[in-house]
């Protein structure tokens, strides 16, 4: 990350992210706010992209930015009336202070380690490594997640089915 | 590989699949029950034929070793006895009990990962397992209360779950593996390149996974969720929640903190004193919220609050000791829970009320019943033949070796005060009118429930002996 550009273009994804984030929280109305996440769900992508995480920014497009986005919007449309607007939160002043509380500590946090950096070139592409891992070393949590699905479906079958 | 390893697991996700099958073919929801609850003979003669192995598999995410044996029995054990509290109980769910059941093994499979695991990876995927699973399990009821103990639960679990995955993303960055013995070491040469000094990533880290684990634990800070969730969620699966949830909570954060970061001599960080002042803080405030209750599964949630506060001591110790005593009461906990929870179904099944000013006169009207549930609030105050009593001055013992007498009187003190609200319901058990003459009856699974659980309070506190060894033989893997 030593080409100027490049830093210029991090500062660039990483001030959108933050925008969209804050509007994500701050705006009153909740489709607002699931069209911001999308915004913080791309930039999150654009970071992946600038390093070198190229399967990782492609999932994150097609499962954050995609998939997950439309059902969040899907969810308000069939839970709630929009037009009246979401209610105001009576805990946003703790709220804020937790999260500025929090962010002081992580900012405190990272920027006092020295964070080991791998001396090897960065992977042309990470898809076939990805794979193998997972098909390898993480077989076991890998193979866990289908039965985490297992149950989720169920659940979600119970619980949302009228009888 | 070795699959034979992962013979317990496999055989309860085999047999959680089974049950599913088998429910669409029958219509007598009993057959499925007696097949979930016979059917975790598998697993357990599996579990048991493993142990003394000391082993490792999946490049090294499944370690077979006494403590994951011993927690792994141990799940199996709660999942049997809530499987016996639910043949009645689960009447109220009608179309779904065959699901019921099945999500039931399943959270136990999760469970059993979380005790056998060395690897951050697999630790957040086996507890999301158990999670995902006991959100789904506290929602069954589909009423009010049900639904609002299953979202509060889900949100505030959601949380927990990403304060967690920070830790562990901090923790992977300072470190640079995922692996709990490689992270002992990688701490362990920083610090020595440091002159001792610790990377505040590495600390922060371990903070935040303090913190998930204590939601799963209900530790104070993290406790808010505890008692609308226990309160609404089916009576069998809060038993569930104290009994095994619990205890997988505390299997993960001993796995975590004694063999990846409290591995190093001297300690990067003082973890004794951190859950030292976590354990005040948990039984104190747990204690004092069950005093003005007046609902018997809510005034349980925040005794089971303060319960892990108790354990905590034995964590403080940060000794052999101290594991060995967490694991004999976290065993002890189990099977007293599920007793008193056993019972507050019985009876609920009839009354149709947790109201402990309810419960007045019940031991003309169902003198066993009473006499069972008494022992085991005995038991959760800690006083003799009780399982309660050994347990706590173990985990006391432990911690007094160690020098935290402070954290000792505080939890005398603590036990002190909380025989007051126990013994308000064996008072009014006891001593109160009955408001009717009428005996309650109560369902032959749930009698073997019963049963079990309050032999098993008796004889683990009468003869503590082996069971305290089974315990310090699981503890000994952590701390030779």
């Given at each position: 990350m030593s080409d100027p550009v490049l830093v210029v273009v991090f500062y660039l994804i990483s001030a959108i992210t933050v925008v969209a984030a804050l509007g994500v929280v701050l705006t009153r109305n909740i489709v607002y706010a699931a069209v911001f996440l999308v915004g913080t769900f791309a930039g999150v992508a654009g970071i992946f992209v600038l390093l070198n995480a190229d399967f990782l920014a492609a999932v994150q497009l097609l499962v954050y930015a995609g998939a997950i986005a439309i059902l969040i919007i899907f969810a308000i449309m069939m839970t709630r009336?929009?037009?009246?607007?979401s209610r105001s939160n009576e805990q946003r002043w703790p709220a804020f202070i937790m999260a500025v509380l929090m962010l002081a500590v992580l900012l405190g946090g990272i920027s006092q380690t020295i964070w080991p950096v791998s001396v090897l070139a960065p992977l042309e592409t990470t898809t076939e490594k990805l794979g193998k891992l997972l098909l390898n070393e993480y077989i076991l949590p890998f193979e866990v997640v289908s039965v985490l699905l297992v149950a989720a479906m169920i659940g979600a079958i119970v619980i949302s089915r009228e009888d | 590989m070795n699959l034979y390893l992962l013979g317990p697991e496999l055989s309860l996700i085999g047999l959680a699949f089974l049950v599913i099958l088998v429910d669409l073919a029958t219509h007598n929801k009993n057959v499925v029950a007696a097949l979930a609850g016979i059917g975790l003979v598998v697993p357990a003669a599996w579990a048991v034929s493993l142990w003394g192995q000391t082993a490792s598999s999946f490049y090294g995410a499944l370690v077979v070793d006494s403590y994951s044996i011993f927690f792994k029995l141990l799940f199996i054990a709660a999942a049997a006895l809530v499987i016996l509290m639910s043949v009645q109980y689960s009447k109220r769910f009608a179309p779904y009990q065959g699901e019921y059941y099945a999500v039931i093994l399943l959270a136990t499979a999760g469970m059993m990962f979380m005790a056998s695991t060395q690897e951050l990876i697999s630790i957040y995927i086996s507890l999301e397992l158990a999670s995902i699973s006991l959100y789904v399990l506290a929602s069954f009821l589909k009423d009010a209360k049900s639904s609002e103990a299953g979202i509060k639960y889900l949100l505030l679990g959601a949380v927990s779950s990403a304060v967690l995955l920070y830790g562990m993303a901090l923790l992977y960055g300072a470190t640079?593996?995922?692996k709990l013995n490689e992270i002992a070491q990688a701490i362990q040469e920083s610090m020595q390149r440091d002159q001792g000094a610790v990377l505040p990533a590495i600390v922060l880290g371990a903070i935040f996974m303090a913190g998930g684990f204590g939601f799963k634990i209900a530790a104070v800070p993290f406790q808010m969720w505890a008692p609308d969730v226990y309160e609404g969620a089916p009576t069998p699966i809060t038993g569930f929640l104290t009994g095994a949830s619990k205890a997988a909570g505390f299997a993960v954060i001993l796995r975590v903190f004694f063999?990846?970061?409290?591995?190093?001599a001297p300690l990067p960080v003082d973890w004794p004193a951190l859950f030292a002042v976590l354990s005040a803080l948990t039984m104190t405030v747990g204690n004092l919220s069950a005093i003005?209750?007046?609902?018997i599964k809510r005034m349980l949630a925040y005794s089971s609050i303060a319960h892990a506060g108790f354990i905590l001591v034995g964590v403080a110790a940060f000794s052999s000791q101290g594991v060995g005593g967490v694991a004999y009461y976290l065993l002890g906990y189990m099977f007293t829970s599920m007793g008193a929870f056993a019972a507050i179904v019985a009876i609920s099944e009839r009354l149709g009320s947790d109201q402990i000013?309810?419960?007045?006169?019940?031991a003309r009207r169902a003198p066993l019943l009473a006499l069972i549930l008494a022992i085991c609030l005995i038991s959760l105050i800690g006083l003799?033949?009780?399982v309660g009593f050994v347990a706590k001055i173990y985990v006391f013992w432990a911690a007094l070796q160690q020098g935290l007498l402070w954290l000792v009187l505080f939890g005398v003190l603590n036990s002190v005060i909380s025989a007051y609200y126990y013994l308000r319901v064996v008072k009014a058990m006891y001593l109160g009118a009955p408001a009717s003459e009428e005996p309650l009856p109560v369902s032959r699974t749930l009698v073997v429930a019963l049963a079990v659980a309050v032999i098993a309070v008796l004889a683990i506190g009468i003869f503590p002996q082996p069971w305290l060894d089974f315990g310090t033989g699981a503890a000994i893997v952590l701390i030779p």
């Open positions: 009336d929009t037009r009246k607007g | 640079g593996s995922t063999v990846a970061l409290g591995n190093q003005p209750q007046a609902n000013a309810d419960y007045s006169g019940l003799p033949p009780t």
